[in-house]
């Protein structure tokens, strides 16, 4: 009975041919081929096993020591040999064209600026990091529109042709952070300015509107390099612009300000910034004034903003007219840049302020608040005198300060000796209200300051102008 089973045969069958046979290894399906075309495409795609098609490469500047030139979805990134301290890396242009920015991992930071005239001016020539430090490419570069007209809309960057404070900040963080052997990264700076004759005025001017417009720049660059957008800090410069007479009423301004710019900032998803600036002690001629004052109002009365003040202005070279030189702008940037990376790495920046000035017998007891033991510099690089920059006012009996020594005990108290005890309705001042002077630095300046550092990177006291007042028990 077995030999009768058939081996093979067909099952089903149609007109146009045989649809299921079997044999002796089992079913044989012949399927139509649109059948076959519905099973393939329910079925995953097969892998891919040629090469897809080399993307074309638009021309690249044929001066740049270039190689390995790639696609990159709107981006041609390639590695290269450029001039500045960036040196042989990648780097990254748009099919567009535009300039060539240096290739990064991270977020795209920024340092912004904010203040009057002689905030909007820079030194000539690019960053050391030319190709990561960076400005909107709308061909102001990082001084910004200077109060003349509305910043442009634009999603690129280039390089600088000058360097600001808000510049040689980013240049020297990014120093920092090669000496660490840590990633650089892009940072686009602008410092906006106008004409403002008061702090409230400048809250509300073209300045402020053209920072708005380089945050919105600033995360339009983002968007386009695939990355989020960070604000590092922004530098405040104003102070002697400042015509209302008034100290209370430039605090407020200032508090507006700062307001201003952190509501703005929100409105692009930014968080709420690190306001930088420096304690201004005036210039050459320029000793006293409301303005002056007004910065100890906001020193200790900035709401709820994180405003540091860095260092006092006579750290920093000035020329004739009042104006940072290109030494004084790099000597300030790198004080900012110190306050600045104490902050965002969790700690604080605090320069000694002088909060008392009492009677010790015929001599005068000062007692400050500071982040370190406090301490006369010896090389005294500002001018300040014998006295350290400290006097007295108000004197009615020719007392003068002869000599300064330290509290044995307390080495944030000083001993200002008296050739005989002062009388008169007197007042202690350190950096502030002297006579006019000469030389590179403001008339106002001082030899007081903290034990951090070296070199220029110092904590120098803040001015202060203290009534006297009759010593406790």
Not at 185 to 193: S, Y
Not at 238 to 262: F, H, K, Q, S
Not at 406 to 424: M, N, Q, V, W
Request: glycine share 12%; proline share 6%; with cysteine.
């Amino acid at each position: 009975m077995a030999d009768d089973i058939p081996t093979q045969g067909v099952i089903i069958r149609a007109e146009n041919g045989d649809v299921i046979r079997f044999d002796a290894t089992g079913l044989v399906l012949r399927l139509s081929d649109r059948v076959i075309a519905d099973i393939a495409d329910r079925l995953p795609p097969k892998p891919q096993t040629t090469a897809p098609e080399a993307q074309p490469l638009p021309a690249l500047p044929e001066e740049i020591d270039l190689w390995a030139p790639r696609r990159e979805g709107d981006w041609v990134v390639f590695q290269a040999n450029m001039p500045g301290a960036d040196g042989p890396r990648g780097y990254r242009r748009h099919l567009s064209g535009g300039a060539v920015i240096a290739e990064t991992r991270g977020p795209l930071l920024a340092v912004l600026g904010i203040g009057g005239a002689r905030a909007g001016l820079g030194s000539p020539g690019p960053a050391r990091f030319r190709w990561h430090v960076l400005a909107p490419a709308d061909d102001i570069g990082a001084v910004g529109m200077g109060g003349e007209g509305e910043a442009v809309e634009t999603d690129a960057l280039e390089p600088l042709r000058e360097l600001t404070v808000e510049a040689l900040i980013a240049d020297e963080l990014l120093a920092r952070r090669r000496a660490s052997h840590q990633s650089l990264p892009l940072v686009m700076v602008r410092a906006e300015t106008d004409m403002a004759a008061s702090a409230h005025e400048l809250g509300a001017g073209t300045a402020v509107t053209n920072l708005d417009r380089a945050c919105a720049n600033l995360q339009a660059a983002a968007a386009r390099l695939g990355t989020r957008a960070q604000v590092l800090a922004v530098v405040l410069d104003y102070t002697l612009e400042d015509l209302t007479g008034d100290p209370v009423a430039y605090r407020d301004g200032m508090i507006g300000l700062m307001e201003r710019i952190t509501r703005d900032m929100a409105k692009h998803g930014l968080a709420r910034p690190i306001f930088l600036t420096s304690f201004d002690c005036g210039t050459q001629d320029v000793t006293r004034g409301p303005g002056l004052e007004g910065q100890w109002e906001l020193s200790w009365n900035h709401a709820d903003h994180r405003l540091v003040f860095a260092a006092p202005s006579y750290a920093f070279q000035i020329d004739d007219a009042g104006r940072l030189t290109d030494t004084g702008r790099a000597e300030k940037a790198l004080l900012l840049t110190e306050a600045l990376l104490a902050v965002h790495g969790g700690g604080r920046w605090h320069c000694p302020v002088i909060q008392l000035a009492e009677r010790a017998g015929d001599d005068i007891r000062v007692i400050c608040e500071a982040q370190d033991a406090l301490m006369i510099d010896a090389g005294d690089p500002f001018g300040a005198g014998k006295t350290a920059g400290f006097a007295l006012e108000g004197v009615s009996n020719g007392a003068t300060i002869t000599g300064i020594e330290f509290g044995k005990h307390d080495t944030k108290a000083l001993i200002l000796r008296c050739s005989r005890r002062p009388e008169g309705e007197v007042h202690v001042t350190y950096a502030h209200g002297a006579g006019p002077g000469q030389g590179p630095y403001p008339a106002n300046r001082g030899a007081l300051r903290g034990d951090f550092g070296e070199g220029a990177v110092r904590r120098w006291a803040l001015p202060a102008r203290l009534k006297l007042t009759e010593g406790g028990p």
